[in-house]
């Protein structure tokens, strides 16, 4: 794969899972390079339909929400809101508390957090979070983005209680650190369904997926696929008619 808009490769230390974001047993986290240039991607491909923002974006399989709180950080100015779901209840908490550092009062309470821990123990890596969380600060400015999280088998097909999506992003599970959850027999079949009824009708739908499945469905055309190391990553927007 050629970066189109992530083209230098920068420092992203400063979204380290469990430097100020918080991380897990059970959650994972994901290429911050490759979540700009993926969101770039999405917002031109919404940007040539006239769409230009801001977004409501919804990750269905958020896991401890460390894509959509990068995402947060990377473009606020872009999204409207961010809407994160998951089979595995024990997850969301640690998604909440990511996605609230999407705020200054969530931002100035994990800084009290990281500066009682390098009072405590004097470690440079609390210093070094100290500093990275300003930069997050910086990075955010006055923005407050707003945020829903809920539990959700997204294999079940139920009417969606999430409607009207710009942009659905997900990574699912590659069944090595986790694995699909839930009732559905076909959970990727049932994912498309689920976000088709989630997504505006011009909306944009980028799975990320291991090389494994096979990334398409009657209901959505690809848009774009992309290819980088173990990952596949397909772009779709819904067949109309
Ligand atoms: C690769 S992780 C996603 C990581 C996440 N994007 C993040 O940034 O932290 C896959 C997630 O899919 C969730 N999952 C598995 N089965 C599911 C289901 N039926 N419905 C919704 N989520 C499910 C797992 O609980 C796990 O959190």
Same mark, same amino acid.
């Given at each position: 794969?050629?970066?189109?808009?992530?083209?230098?490769?920068?420092? %992203?230390?400063?979204?380290?899972?469990?430097?100020?974001? %918080?991380?897990? +047993?059970? *959650?994972?986290?994901? +290429?911050?390079? #490759?979540?700009? /240039?993926? #969101?770039?991607?999405?917002?031109?491909? @919404?940007? *040539?339909?006239?769409? &230009?923002? +801001? %977004?409501?974006?919804y990750d269905p399989c958020c896991g401890g929400a460390f894509l959509l =709180?990068? $995402?947060?950080? @990377?473009? +606020?100015?872009?999204?409207?809101?961010? !809407?994160? *779901?998951?089979?595995?209840? &024990?997850? @969301?908490? $640690?998604?909440?508390k990511n996605l609230s550092l999407l705020s200054p009062e969530g931002l100035a309470k994990r800084r009290e957090e990281l500066a009682g821990l390098a009072?405590?123990?004097?470690?440079?890596?609390?210093? /070094?979070?100290?500093?990275?969380? /300003?930069?997050?600060?910086?990075? #955010?400015?006055? =923005?407050? $983005?707003?945020? @829903?999280?809920?539990q959700r088998d997204i294999t079940d097909i139920k009417s969606s209680p999430v409607q009207g999506v710009d942009i659905i992003v997900t990574d699912i599970p590659y069944g090595q650190l986790v694995s699909w959850g839930g009732s559905g027999e076909d959970p990727l079949d049932t994912l498309f369904v689920n976000c088709r009824q989630a997504l505006s009708s011009a909306g944009v739908l980028v799975i990320v997926a291991d090389k494994r499945p096979r990334l398409q469905h009657q209901a959505f055309q690809?848009? /774009?696929?992309?290819?980088?190391?173990?990952?596949? !990553?397909?772009?779709f927007q819904p067949v109309h008619g």
């Open positions: 794969m050629k970066y189109k808009f992530a083209v230098d490769k920068e420092d %992203y230390t400063d979204f380290a899972s469990g430097r100020v974001l %918080y991380s897990a +047993p059970g *959650t994972t986290g994901f +290429p911050v390079r #490759l979540t700009s /240039e993926i #969101l770039q991607r999405a917002f031109a491909i @919404l940007g *040539t339909g006239g769409h &230009n923002g +801001p %977004y409501t974006i =709180t990068t $995402i947060g950080f @990377l473009f +606020p100015e872009r999204i409207a809101q961010l !809407i994160a *779901t998951d089979f595995d209840s &024990n997850v @969301l908490e $640690i998604a909440v009072a405590a123990y004097g470690k440079d890596s609390h210093k /070094e979070a100290l500093d990275s969380l /300003e930069r997050l600060r910086r990075r #955010l400015g006055a =923005t407050r $983005i707003g945020f @829903l999280c809920q690809r848009r /774009e696929f992309l290819k980088l190391g173990k990952r596949q !990553i397909a772009f």
